[in-house]
């Protein structure tokens, strides 16, 4: 790992309700290499995906600076971060959100529909996107037809299509059962161990923290010392 793939200098971000705000993230200083695979664990409303969301460049912060593989992101408009997204950043989310109506390879050509790449490319890439996350034999099945695991594993594959240099994950194992969530994790390990692909992972669940190179801690908007229990987890 060399270099810093994401680097947060001082990042406050809050959100305005009527006449009071409410400090999602207070102060945060953070640098993640590239080829990590970093866990940022936290309970629920600690800040984390207001995170995720600043390093993906789907929000702003209120204060700080943001680099993300040497751009500056936070001064960016809104045409060039979202350009500069879609070459860099595959998301993965909690929820799937997987069109019903498409097959899995055509939920996963999706990403590359915004690109110049001809429609052979585009199935060849969905294909082998879908064949690295091992569902090679589903690529005709709609979500309805897949199971959770199957599910996620083809957000997987559709955040891997236009082979960006960052996955992030947003509490990918949070809809899964035990044996689904560990199959996920496995995944997104072979992804970066295999693929060099940093992976930035926002969780609560224990059981994720393992598959990672390195893990940080959130609480109500700061960085703050693991908890004992999953230091010893």
């Known amino acids: 790992m060399t270099g810093a793939a994401v680097s947060l200098r001082q990042i406050y971000k809050e959100y305005r309700r009527a006449d009071f705000a409410i400090v999602a993230l207070d102060g945060i200083t953070l640098e993640i290499r ?13 800040g984390k995906s207001t995170l995720l969301h600043l390093v993906a460049g789907i929000d702003l912060p209120t204060n700080g600076e943001i680099r993300v593989l040497d751009a500056h992101i936070d001064e960016m408009g809104e045409r060039e971060l979202a350009r500069w997204r879609s070459e860099n950043i595959g998301y993965v989310f909690q929820t799937f959100n997987l ?4 097959t899995a390879l055509e939920n ?10 001809g429609r052979k490319d585009r199935i060849r890439r969905a294909r082998t996107a879908l064949e690295i996350v091992g569902l090679g034999d589903r690529l005709e099945h709609l979500p309805r037809q897949l199971s959770g695991g199957q599910e996620q594993r083809v957000a997987i594959a559709r955040a891997l299509v236009t082979d960006p240099a960052i ?4 509490e990918p194992t949070g809809e899964l ?14 992804l970066n161990k ?12 224990p059981r994720a923290q393992k598959y990672a190179r390195t893990s940080k801690y959130l609480d109500k908007g700061k960085l703050t010392s693991m908890p004992s229990e999953l230091v010893s987890a």
Not at 108 to 117: A, K, N
Not at 167 to 170: F, K
């Open 194 to 205: 295999d693929h060099g692909k940093t992976v930035i992972m926002v969780t609560h669940d």
């Open 108 to 117: 996963v050509e999706l990403p590359l529909l915004l690109t110049s790449m």
């Open 34 to 46: 590239k080829g990590d695979f970093f866990c940022l664990m936290g309970p629920s409303g600690s």
């Open 177 to 190: 059962d035990a044996a689904s969530a560990e199959e996920v994790l496995s995944i997104l390990k072979i």
């Open 167 to 170: 996955v992030l994950a947003d």
């Open 99 to 102: 069109i019903p109506v498409l």
